[in-house]
């Protein structure tokens, strides 16, 4: 069986779309949550879907905690959906090609430190973009910047606004993100 650990600061709607998409294909997946936020959503939603979830807070996850975690886990793919710290080097050199992020805007534009969430989308409007999108990409210890496996765009109108964009970004990461995820494991 693939195990797959999920990391998110957030809502986690990706976290739950991908566990959902493998169950209902009946592909059994070991998954694990973990989230540096003890009021993220994601944890409500592993709690749901009756998954495992780790809390970390930045200074474990610099110590070292979060490493054990995953050393006992022994994931096959690690991916950041929403996760906003930097992944410490020691993770990263321990997963080569193995942990992917998930940026809702097509990289490289739009990306680095500070563009996450509504931040990104108020940005591509205010540079009247005529199309966003998303980008799936090998994570290495620079925000945005590993190489790019998957991208998907949106076109943007001009009565597009924050919440809008949003919605269609976040509907190509559900329709795309598992799949991509699917792709990667059958390589392994
Ligand atoms: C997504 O838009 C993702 O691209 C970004 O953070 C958002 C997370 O949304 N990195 P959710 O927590 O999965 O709902």
Do not use: W
């Not at 169950?23 to 994601?42: G, M, P, Q, Y």
Request: charged share 25%; net charge positive.
């Amino acid at each position: 069986m693939n195990k797959i650990a999920i990391f998110a600061s957030g809502s986690g709607s990706n976290a739950e779309n991908i566990v959902l998409y493998f169950r209902n294909k009946n592909i059994d997946i070991d998954f694990i949550f973990l989230t540096n936020n003890k009021n993220a959503f994601v944890l409500e939603r592993a709690k749901k879907l009756n998954i495992k979830s780790y809390l970390f807070n930045k200074k474990e996850l610099k110590e070292g905690i979060v490493n054990k975690i995953l050393e006992n886990f022994n994931p096959d793919l690690i991916v950041l959906a929403g996760f906003l710290l930097l992944v410490p080097e020691s993770i990263i050199s321990k997963y080569p090609n193995k942990i992917i992020n998930i940026h809702p805007a097509l990289l490289p534009k739009y990306g680095g430190k500070g563009m996450y969430g509504n931040n990104v989308h108020k940005a591509v409007l205010e540079n009247k973009e005529k199309i966003s999108g998303i980008t799936i990409h090998y994570v290495n210890n620079e925000y945005d910047k590993g190489n790019i496996i998957f991208q998907k765009e949106c076109p943007i109108n001009d009565e597009d606004n924050v919440e809008t964009l949003a919605n269609k970004v976040h509907k190509l990461e559900y329709d795309y993100f598992p799949q991509t995820i699917e792709k990667l494991l059958n390589k392994i």
